[in-house]
């Protein structure tokens, strides 16, 4: 084993990428139903970090790959963390992770008292048992010690490993209801005219009773298929196509499908084009330069593995695939206009994306008073995450687009949470295990109890209290205590989509910028 960690300490390349494989290898091993999945990479860190210390990575690694997820996961979700602000689920949900993870910090300040160790120690412990590196940064700047980490290493596994473990707890417990999202790409129906009794109905008229989800494509008229615009009249013996997700169409009740108007593509036909020109991206619908001599329409758009209803509205993004509806002689003209290049799945402005980066570290670097505890920062961590939270709102501003495809953002958050946790496994390793052996366990146990705190307050109150649903309480949960590793779990436990939109609402605020804010509070307060 020496000779091992000698090798391995003389060649830290080879060692961050076999915790890499291996940790990746050991995610996939499943027992009773459970496995760590990209947690693993974390674990395999600590063990490979305890037999060669010496491998650990330049802290600048971690941190660059904590900043690349944190800025891919504010791009992604910015609107739907902003929408969440104001809407009554959001606000139940923000408002239910700020209780969890400020019983948390109380907790954190408690078992200092009771378990003897310093308040700079308990910061370190809050961040690592909520898994936040940014808050991290925050406590050793703020307390000019290096404490916090040693705390932080100790409390961090658990924090990964205790809520995953409670979630698969809670699910036998509470045995919840989960029903998981069937497909999501758009479906689609035939109306007859006739039978719907719609015979002299605008298509104006009818767009109004179709469910949210489902859009009118084209009508099929004698022996023709056309295109519609809000004032075609409907006549007797119309057959109408009805395109939209799964279970707008569902809700519709309609015949089997004999793909009269699908089948026939004399007079109208369908190409998809990938979205790459890039003055095309960040625009809404509506505002595409489509040719005015052809009648075209866009049937739908899909988006990495997902269709999308098309709206006039909906921002295009880089990799986008739009499905045009077009007489057959003109469908060659949509590549041009469009770009149709595979490559913009993984292509974005490398301009925007470094402005936006360096933008949010000197936001981060930006003090923010608070009243009776004074200055703190955001930090680089903070900084990013609220700006790209900004700019993933905005989409685009002016000549920038700040966007990025769903392939490409998909690669970076992946990308850089994985060197975060091998590098932080690495240089974890050594003090995790020496802590312990020098009988560092009362740091241990807080960090138990605050994890327990926190994920039980938000899973059992929001449960019994709010009435709120398993899975939407899986993705606040997996927000207020942080670690992508943890999401993923949760998207195992409850595939309905739901996690993910929980986490987005509570990950960048409750979930990182609170947390910074509270540990400079909780030394602020020692302080005094």
Not at 204 to 221: D, F, H, W, Y
Request: proline fraction near 5%; aromatic fraction near 8%; charged fraction near 15%.
């Amino acid at each position: 084993m020496q000779g091992i960690g000698a090798f391995l300490d003389s060649q830290p390349f080879i060692a961050l990428f076999l915790v890499v494989g291996l940790g990746y290898a050991l995610g996939r091993v499943t027992v009773a139903g459970f496995s760590l999945g990209i947690g693993a990479v974390l674990f395999v860190g600590l063990a490979v970090g305890a037999i060669a210390p010496k491998a650990s990575p330049p802290g600048l690694l971690s941190s660059i790959g904590l900043i690349l997820f944190l800025y891919g996961t504010g791009i992604q979700y910015g609107r739907t963390f902003f929408k969440g602000l104001v809407s009554s689920y959001g606000l139940r949900a923000n408002l239910l992770a700020a209780v969890a993870v400020l019983a948390g910090s109380a907790a954190a300040m408690l078992c200092a008292r009771w378990l003897d160790f310093s308040i700079a120690s308990a910061t370190g412990m809050f961040a690592g048992s909520l898994t936040s590196t940014a808050s991290l940064q925050a406590a050793i700047t703020t307390s000019g010690s290096d404490m916090p980490a040693v705390a932080y290493a100790i409390a961090y596994p658990f924090g990964v490993f205790g809520p995953i473990l409670l979630f698969f707890l809670t699910h036998k417990l509470l045995r919840p209801k989960v029903e998981a999202v069937g497909s999501q790409h758009l479906q689609t129906g035939e109306v007859s005219v006739d039978e719907a009794g719609l015979i002299g109905v605008t298509i104006s008229e009818v767009r109004k009773r179709l469910p949210s989800g489902a859009a009118i494509t084209m009508l099929r008229r004698g022996s023709s298929n056309r295109l519609v615009d809000r004032d075609t009249v409907l006549q007797a013996g119309d057959l109408l196509l009805v395109s939209g997700q799964p279970a707008a169409i569902r809700s519709l009740e309609l015949p089997p499908n004999h793909g009269d108007i699908r089948s026939d593509r004399h007079d109208l036909d369908l190409v998809l084009v990938h979205v790459s020109r890039e003055a095309l991206v960040g625009k809404r619908l509506d505002q595409l330069p489509l040719p005015q001599d052809v009648p075209c329409r866009i049937m739908q758009v899909r988006r990495g593995d997902v269709d999308l209803v098309p709206t006039a509205d909906l921002v295009i993004e880089y990799g986008d695939q739009l499905g045009v509806v077009a007489p057959p002689e003109h469908l060659d003209k949509f590549s041009k206009i469009f770009g149709d290049s595979v490559n913009a799945e993984a292509q974005f402005s490398f301009m925007s994306f470094g402005l936006g980066m360096a933008a949010g570290g000197l936001l981060g670097l930006v003090p923010i008073p608070i009243p009776g505890v004074g200055v703190v920062h955001l930090g680089a961590a903070g900084g990013v995450i609220f700006t790209a939270l900004v700019l993933g709102y905005l989409r685009r501003l002016g000549p920038f687009d700040w966007t990025l495809p769903q392939a490409a953002n998909t690669i970076l958050r992946n990308f850089g949470l994985t060197l975060f946790l091998a590098g932080v496994g690495l240089a974890s390793g050594e003090p995790f295990v020496r802590s312990i052996a020098q009988d560092e366990l009362p740091l241990l146990l807080a960090g138990v109890i605050q994890v327990l705190v926190v994920v039980l307050i938000v899973i059992f109150g929001g449960w019994f209290v709010l009435r709120m649903k398993y899975d939407d309480l899986l993705g606040i949960a997996s927000g207020a205590t942080g670690n992508p590793a943890i999401l993923a779990y949760a998207n195992q436990l409850c595939p309905t989509g739901r996690p993910n939109t929980g986490y987005a609402m509570i990950f960048p605020g409750v979930g990182t910028i609170l947390k910074i804010v509270l540990v400079q509070v909780m030394l602020g307060s020692d302080a005094g």
